[in-house]
Structures are given as structure tokens and as C-alpha cells.
């Protein structure tokens, strides 16, 4: 068997979802040395930790586009650290496209990671977290989710107390995050002086209004000093960032 794939999952991953995250920023493992794949990659960790994430991310029967992208990433980071890293990259996918749509074999293959792994117990907590974080990106824990993260959890020995500990955590997260954006959207209302249960129609007239108010090349025209032009500029952008956060919520 090759050298066994070590890899660290970057910075705490909760929180690499919020209003600032860019793909192309995040990068997930980091690995010392190039390795020279010897083998099948399906039997090497990277091939088998790439099979888990296929099962999970694909569990609620959709992937979406943060899911894909950070899954992307995940495929790159992992054959970066490979000699002839465009063709590994290319197996990871087809890994991936293979077994998204095989679930009777989860158990088995989180099974060969546990037997790679015997004496690493906090590399299998963080690949148990990444696994997780996939789960509820989509702010959506289903039980199929579930199900899949509990069954990989009891074959790669996660003890309970700590894979229930992870998904709190997650839970924890994902509810601040519904509540911060519950006062946004209030905010952004309050903004517009409109009402989250008004006609589009009505709060797009509010909108419009506000923005000739506050438009700076009207307040320009108006003769206005440079502190008030500067004033209403900052002030349109708020008013541009709560009609969007608004007309993202009627949808």
C-alpha cells in the first residue's frame, strides 16, 4: 500500500459558508511532498475519502452548486499533492461520478478507510466533520443524510458522544445562521420601510423612490456639499443591498 494520504481539513469548517466565502479562497487539505500512486486509487484513502463524500453529497438526491464547487476544490487539493496530479484528479471525478449513485456499498468502503487509519482517531473526527459540513450545506440535515453519515460513523468507529457532538455543532451553527438571517431580512424591510408580506410590486415602487432620493448625481445636481453627496452615497448602497436580500426572499 502507497503512503497513506495525511491530510488536515483548513480552519474550523463552519464557517467557511457565510456572506464572504469564495470558492476559489478555500482550500481543504494540505499535504508535505508529492506521492507517486501506486495501485488502484479506489483502495488508497484519497480514492476512498472521495467515495464517502460522493454517498453524502448526494444522499438528498441533488448536489448543489456550493456543494459542487467545494467538492471541485476537494478534487484538486487532493491530486495536487500526486505526481501526474491532472490524471488522479480525473480518476477522483470518475470515483465520484461511480459511486453518487451506489449507496449499498457506504459500509464497505467506509470500512477500508477505518482499516488505513486503525490508529489515526482525530483524522477520522475531521474527515466524520467534513463529511457533515457537506451534509448540511444546503441548510438541510435530511434523515437519509442521516442515516448515510451514521452508518459511515459507526463503520469508521466514530464513538456516538463525539458524532453526535459533531452534528450539534452543525446544528448550532446553521440555526445562528437562520436567525442572523431573519434580522437581516427585518433590517432590509425596515430599510425600505416596506413589509416582508407586500406585493413586489409595491416594495420595487419603494425601492425606485429611495434610490432618486438618494441618488448621488441627483443630489450632485441639487448643489449638495461633498459630506451629504458621500451620505447619500453610502446610503444607496445600503438601500441596493436590502432590495436585494428582499427580492432574494419573495422568490
Known amino acids: 500500500m502507497t503512503e497513506l494520504l495525511i491530510f488536515v481539513i483548513v480552519g474550523v469548517v463552519f464557517y467557511m ?3 464572504n466565502y469564495k470558492s476559489s479562497d478555500y482550500h481543504n487539505i494540505q499535504m508535505n511532498g508529492k ?13 476512498l475519502l472521495v467515495a464517502m463524500l460522493a454517498k453524502v453529497a448526494k444522499a438528498d438526491g441533488n448536489v ?25 484528479r480525473d480518476q477522483l471525478k470518475n470515483i465520484y461520478q461511480k459511486e453518487m449513485n451506489i449507496f449499498d456499498n457506504t459500509v464497505e468502503i467506509a470500512k477500508k478507510y477505518f482499516s488505513l487509519t486503525k490508529n489515526e482517531y482525530q483524522k477520522r473526527i475531521k474527515v466524520m466533520e467534513y463529511l ?10 435530511s ?9 459511515i460513523a459507526n463503520a469508521l468507529e466514530i464513538k456516538k458522544a463525539n458524532f453526535e457532538n459533531l452534528i450539534a455543532r452543525f446544528e448550532q451553527f446553521y440555526n445562528q445562521k437562520k436567525d442572523s438571517e431573519k434580522l437581516s431580512l427585518k433590517k432590509s424591510c425596515d430599510i425600505l420601510g416596506v413589509k416582508i408580506t ?28 461633498q459630506s451629504i453627496i458621500d451620505e447619500a452615497t453610502a446610503k444607496l448602497q445600503e438601500i441596493n443591498e436590502a432590495y436585494q436580500i428582499i427580492k432574494k426572499e419573495k422568490k
Open 17 to 19: 459558508i457565510n456572506k
Open 35 to 47: 506521492q507517486t500512486l501506486k495501485g488502484k486509487l479506489e483502495e488508497h484513502e484519497a480514492g
Open 64 to 88: 448543489n452548486e456550493l456543494e459542487a464547487e467545494i467538492l471541485s476544490h476537494t478534487f484538486t487539493d487532493i491530486s495536487s499533492h500526486f505526481e501526474k496530479s491532472e490524471d488522479v
Open 132 to 141: 457533515l459540513n457537506i451534509a448540511f450545506i444546503d441548510d438541510n440535515f
Open 143 to 151: 434523515k437519509t443524510e442521516f442515516m448515510i453519515t451514521e452508518d
Open 198 to 225: 407586500d406585493d413586489m410590486s409595491l416594495i420595487k415602487k419603494k425601492y425606485r423612490d429611495l434610490v432618486k432620493k438618494n441618488h448621488p448625481d441627483i443630489i450632485t445636481g441639487q448643489g449638495a456639499s
